[in-house]
């Protein structure tokens, strides 16, 4: 029974040894998969901050023409309405001098009516006197 014993003894060793390689290798493997996973994490990670940071930097770029572009359209209104204002302005000033024009043509009608009148008077007055100077 000695043999048996030892035999069984024996076996019970080689399998402990085998199921200790076993766990070893499984261990082993599973230490393995996981530094591959957290590298591939990593490199995840990695890629994701990149786009992350690059994809923040365009919506930025384009923050920044969309607050360009406002400034320019802001800017074209109020040089627009500058422009309209002084438009008005000029419309303004014509009107003025077309009024102080007409003023003007008036009352140069009116004293050439005036002077035209006086001439008239005088050429009378004139003719008066000649006729009773030469009966």
Do not use: C, W
């Amino acid at each position: 029974m000695n043999i048996r014993i030892e035999e069984a003894e024996k076996a019970r060793a080689q399998n402990e040894k085998l199921r200790q390689e076993l766990e070893n290798s499984y261990m082993e493997k599973l230490q393995k998969l996981r530094d591959r996973e957290r590298e591939a994490l990593e490199k995840l990670k990695a890629q994701a901050q990149l786009l992350e940071q690059g994809s923040q930097a365009q919506t930025e770029k384009f923050l920044k023409e969309i607050e360009n572009q406002k400034f320019l359209t802001a800017e074209k209104e109020r040089l627009l309405e500058l422009e309209k204002e002084n438009l008005q302005a000029e419309r303004d000033r014509v009107k003025r001098l077309e009024r102080e024009l007409n003023k003007k043509i008036e009352a140069i009608e009116e004293e050439r009516e005036q002077i035209r009148r006086e001439l008239e008077n005088t050429r009378r007055a004139y003719s008066s006197s000649l006729k009773l100077v030469i009966p």
